[in-house]
């Protein structure tokens, strides 16, 4: 982004609301701290200019979609990016899930976390394929590798690992698990653009790794998404398989799906890449912000990034202890009134979701980690569109309600 186009902060009165006592609270009778509502996170726009440019040149040349000059610039810019062979661009994360799963010939049952978006466990279901969730480490909020060893059964063909929140899941010990039972390992990098393991940019962990570019996502093409990997087999059977099958005018090779991604998300992804730096300090200062402002505040904690990692820092997870006066859902209460809409994320978890509860009645019992976690968790406002003195105010509110003062 250059510095002609500052980042815009959120329209919002000089005189921000912080909060001292409860009679300062909106569920008391105060005003609202904010006249509209504050998103959990707003779209990142890069330069705007450059993606008016790749627009124009786009109907001049009359490309709109099959595999355009900008989408293929796109998928090289994010393998240079990534530190990846192989860049397949796709219409959105759920697609690209489901080309990836197919791809590798998952079939039987595949483990995956139930603490994560429904669209990790669609995407297998919708295959014809039977997700079974293991629980989660409580500190890491990622998969237990020794918990997906409890899973495993002999239709297992495979594990789906996510990186919830950017924070990288244990690749390692998830390999160590799939080659010891001659399982497929690929991963739900929804969260992790930008974000690191052990030092090198997620996107060619496992067999592949599948990241979202929806446009809530810390980097957006509008909606879109990829699969990423260094297997040139893999590579070319996705990229037939995203278009039809087609490996020629008349020649129809695989059964494929139609997972393009058109010319204009490619030009929204290209203005967004130059951006991601700016976004990832915004945000990296509003979480350190939202960290050192609740530290000390007994009961609440925000979830630290991994450390030694870099990370996009998209998502502040704030965590309600048993110990808190003060209930999760009482506190989204809290904050919601004062227009702050913090949300539950990923509860009350996939497995209590109505497709897979009708699958796996029971399935809570082998997840009491996932379920504790998420019983506690809030996501809170971040990105541009929040001020340091919007997370001061923010802070404030937790503060006074969780601790009256
Ligand atoms: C957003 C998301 C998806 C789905 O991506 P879409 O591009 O919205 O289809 C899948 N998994 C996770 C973890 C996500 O957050």
């Known amino acids: 982004m250059n510095t002609s186009q500052p980042i815009p902060e959120h329209a919002e009165s000089s005189s921000i609301k912080v909060a001292q006592r409860r009679a300062d609270l909106a569920v008391e009778g105060a005003p609202p701290a904010f006249d509209t509502a504050l998103h959990v996170g707003g779209p990142n726009v890069g ?21 355009g000059p900008l989408v293929q610039e796109f998928e090289q810019r994010l393998c240079k990016e990534l530190g990846v062979r192989h860049c397949v661009a796709m219409c959105n994360g759920t697609i690209a899930l489901e080309i990836a799963i197919r791809a590798l010939g998952m079939e039987g049952e595949v483990i995956v976390p139930s603490y994560t978006f429904v669209a990790t466990a669609h995407a297998l279901h919708w295959q014809g394929i039977t997700p079974v969730f293991a629980d ?8 237990d590798p020794d918990a997906v060893r409890r899973m495993i059964t002999p239709r297992t063909s495979g594990i789906i690992g996510v990186h919830l929140w950017g924070r990288p899941a244990p690749a390692n010990e998830l390999q160590a698990v799939a080659d010891e039972h001659g399982l497929h390992l690929m991963f739900d990098a929804a969260h992790a653009f930008a974000c690191t393991y052990q030092g090198k940019k997620i996107g060619s962990l496992g067999r592949c790794e599948v990241f979202s570019f929806h446009a809530t996502k810390f980097f957006n093409t509008f909606e879109g998404g990829a699969v990423t990997t260094n297997d040139d ?34 030009a929204m992804g290209l203005a967004n890449l130059d951006a991601v730096h700016d976004i990832v300090n915004v945000n990296r200062r509003n979480h350190e912000l939202y960290t050192s402002h609740l530290r000390g505040v007994a009961g609440v904690s925000i979830l630290p990034m991994a450390e030694g990692e870099e990370s996009n820092y998209q998502y502040v997870v704030l965590q309600v202890g048993e110990d808190a ?54 996501v ?25 003062h």
Not at 47 to 67: A, C, I, P, Q
Request: net charge neutral.
């Open 47 to 67: 330069d705007r200019d450059l993606f008016m440019r790749h627009v124009g040149e786009m109907f001049d040349r009359r490309w709109f979609s099959n595999n």
């Open 380 to 404: 809170l406002p971040t990105g541009t569109h929040v001020s340091e003195k919007a997370v001061a105010s923010i802070c404030s509110i937790i503060r006074v309600a969780v601790n009256g």
């Open 136 to 143: 989660i480490d409580p500190h890491t909020h990622a998969l």
């Open 233 to 266: 087999e893999l590579a070319e059977a996705m990229r037939l398989m995203r278009n039809f099958g087609f490996a020629g005018y008349d020649n129809v090779v695989h059964p494929g799906t139609n997972g393009k991604m058109v010319e204009i998300c490619a």
């Open 325 to 378: 006066t003060t209930t999760r859902d009482q506190l989204v209460e809290i904050l919601q009134a004062e227009n702050i809409l913090a949300r539950k994320y990923f509860w009350p978890g996939c497995h209590r979701m109505k497709p897979y509860r009708d699958l796996f009645p029971n399935a809570a019992l082998m997840l009491p980690e996932t379920t504790r976690i998420a019983e506690r968790v809030i």
